[in-house]
């Protein structure tokens, strides 16, 4: 349900063939913002697993996860990533607890 709601909100409009073919062969910009992503991360609906799919939809700018601490005191960490650039903490989720910090 998730994954249909970020393809509704990305969808690129299609350009004509003529329009495509004079079009300079740059990289396409981003369809995902970071204003989109830091929604879909505050969703309660939002998972990891969906993160390699965010990836491909835009590498320029998507989600990633890691985990931290020691042992017991292991957290769940969700970021902005630009390229291989990690940014802003968006989420976080204690393992012991299953407590949520969301970060705007």
Same mark, same amino acid.
């Given at each position: @349900?998730?994954?249909?709601?970020?393809?509704?909100r990305? @969808?690129?409009?299609?350009?004509?063939?003529?329009?495509?073919?004079?079009a300079?062969?740059a990289?396409?910009?981003?369809?995902?913002?970071? @204003?989109?992503l830091?929604?879909?991360?505050? %969703?309660?609906?939002?998972?990891?697993?969906?993160?390699?799919?965010?990836?491909?939809?835009?590498?320029?700018?998507?989600?990633?996860? *890691?985990? %931290?601490?020691? &042992?017991?005191?292991?957290? %769940?960490?969700?970021?902005?990533?630009? &390229? *291989? *650039?990690? &940014?802003?903490?968006?989420?976080?989720?204690?393992?012991?607890? &299953?407590?949520?910090?969301?970060? *705007?």
């Open positions: @349900a998730m994954r249909l709601l970020l393809i509704q990305v @969808a690129v409009p299609r350009r004509s063939p003529r329009l495509a073919a004079s300079p062969a990289i396409p910009p981003s369809p995902l913002t970071e @204003a989109i830091r929604k879909y991360a505050a %969703d309660r609906r939002a998972n990891a697993d969906h993160f390699p799919w965010l990836a491909r939809v835009s590498p320029a700018i998507c989600l990633s996860t *890691e985990l %931290d601490g020691p &042992g017991d005191n292991r957290i %769940d960490i969700w970021r902005l990533k630009r &390229g *291989e *650039e990690s &940014g802003a903490k968006l989420w976080l989720r204690s393992l012991r607890s &299953g407590q949520v910090q969301h970060y *705007e």
